[in-house]
């Protein structure tokens, strides 16, 4: 097995598929089968995007460093590496339409355990992370929200949610388990996760979470307990499960952990509230007609008002436009149910989401 690191979502990819997909890439694009004209039509405009990704420069000049650490998993996913500035994401954007786009630190990679050895200047290449991330929303504040980025098992975590505190250019963190190497059968991972959850709600900031973790049989049991021991720390912050509870593509561990969520849900829908799942990457050209019905009856049992539109860009293309236009609507909902999704904006996604005034 060789899993490809990206900074939003790791995969699990064959050698067989790789090729392949390095065939697919050389071949010139064809037209897309959805783009037809009614289709198209119909689609409500997607205005706010909840999962993008930027690299800083602190992270760009230690991913050489990174992927030949990872090479031993796969290596880096060529997106993860190519350099991509804030004017490239606001292009795609304006192509797409898209007026606001959640920004997500990816300052965690610094201290992932995937890094071996570690640097010693790890801590302070995610501080430096986080100041370049929270810097975009400062500069483009009506079209960036900013999330800054912790390893929430480092001892790390807690004072660099203390130091932006009460620093309105902040929407939330990002917590990305997989590149963290977090278990959620492991206590001591647990009771630091819950602390992080805690201490992000007491200076008010919105949660994203890659939730899978590198367990093989990962699924309803760890979303289990992630229910019962981690998501009350939250309180009534807005936690934003990303990738619909996976890391991209649509598999059984992710229909288990997404079944997982939707039977609390229906069995609570209070608790749930504040929650929201992500769709970025969750299925893409190759998945099959199956595992997209599964998805989508999954989406209606916890209700498509807790679904967001996200992209993961760059990852899965530099191209929003095809990205919403054309690949959001492979996955078979109705107009309705699209229409609730596409137009769905978390309020931390808002440029007043951390104005005094509003709350
Ligand atoms: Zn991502």
Known sequence: MSVRIRAGVFRSIGPSLLLALALIAALPAATPAGFVTGVVADLVPVRVDHHVH???????AFLPDFCASVKRYGGCDPHLVAPHSPADLLAAMDRAGIRRSVVLSDAYLAESPLMNPQRPDAAKIVREAND????????YPER??????VDPIRPTA???ISRWRGNSAVAGVKLHLTASGVDLRKDSDVTALAAVFRAASEARFAIVIHMRTMKPDYGAA????????????AGNTPVQIAHAGGW?????ATLSALGA???AVKADPERFQHVWFDLSGVWNDKSSDADKQALVALIRRIGPQHFLPGSDWPYNGDDLADYYGRVYPELPLTTQEWSIIR????PYAESDWRNPARN
């Open 222 to 233: 760890d979303v289990q307990r992630f229910i019962s021991d981690v998501l009350p720390a």
């Open 54 to 60: 930027l690299n800083s420069p602190a992270i760009r």
């Open 343 to 346: 137009s769905n904006v978390a």
């Open 132 to 139: 370049w991330t929270v810097g975009l929303a400062r500069q």
């Open 248 to 252: 991209g593509g649509i598999d059984k």
């Open 261 to 263: 969520f939707a039977d």
């Open 158 to 160: 807690l004072p660099e």
């Open 144 to 149: 960036f929200s900013a999330f800054i980025a």
